[in-house]
């Protein structure tokens, strides 16, 4: 699976967009990019994925760079409960098995 | 409803003891996974079974056993517990082991003293 990069940390007004960067430029073609998010304490919940195309749910929004290198994970309004460690994981999609979590990125969202 | 549960959430016990952790997931998913996380908040993953069979088995001490009863369960079992082990523990489960995503237990803390 193909290497990210994200900061380690980040911080976000409440009400605001949530910007999350993350780097993969060694993605091959089919590796896809998942998020993860971990609030204290608790198991790591899915947020999103996706291989080429923009993807939006009820939770964010993913945007794909054109040449698939970078990607960024957006909350378009954050809120308190957001604060949580955020992991972009790398993946082939049909290889089925583990997520690889690297470090991530701690999102504090502040009043 | 719990979609993926794990009991004990909290197990604190002495060096050397022998005890196991349980998982179960009402999601009616074929693949289940075991997670560790460290000190340190690295999550790691330690084993993984599709339709109670093992397709992933990292390195990972003889004395971690995993069980799968059938493919609701998966459950946990350590041998001569050490200090190292104390962690958390994560169950994960999936529709099947391709591109879908994995919804995890609470974690059970265990703490070996």
């Known amino acids: 699976d193909a290497k990210t990069t994200q900061p380690p940390s980040m911080d976000c007004a409440e009400g605001r967009a949530a910007n999350l960067p993350c780097n993969h430029s060694?993605?091959?073609?089919?590796?896809?990019v998942y998020w993860y998010r971990q609030i204290h304490s608790q198991g790591p919940q899915y947020i999103i994925h996706?291989?080429?195309n923009n993807e939006t749910n009820e939770m964010a929004s993913l945007i794909i760079t054109e040449d698939r290198k970078s990607s960024t994970l957006i909350l378009p309004h954050a809120t308190l409960r957001d604060t949580a460690v955020y992991y972009c994981?790398?993946?082939?999609?049909?290889?089925?098995?583990?997520?690889?979590f690297g470090k991530g990125t701690s999102l504090l969202v502040t009043p | 409803d719990t979609a993926v549960s794990q009991t004990p959430k909290y197990l604190v016990t002495q060096m050397g003891n022998d005890k196991s952790i349980k998982c179960e997931q009402n999601?009616?998913?074929?693949?289940m996974y075991w997670y560790k996380q460290d000190s340190k908040k690295f999550l790691k993953i330690m084993f993984s079974y599709n339709n109670k069979e093992l397709i992933i088995n990292e390195t990972v001490p003889n004395r971690f056993s995993p069980k799968s009863p059938d493919k609701a369960h998966l459950n946990l079992h350590i041998n001569s517990l050490e200090l190292g082990d104390s962690a958390v523990y994560f169950c994960a489960s999936s529709q099947n082991r391709g591109r879908y995503e994995q919804y995890f237990g609470p974690g059970t803390r265990l703490t070996v003293t």
């Open positions: 999601l009616g998913h074929d693949t």
């Open positions: 996706g291989l080429k």
């Open positions: 994981i790398v993946r082939v999609g049909d290889s089925g098995y583990a997520l690889n």
């Open positions: 060694t993605i091959s073609g089919n590796e896809y």
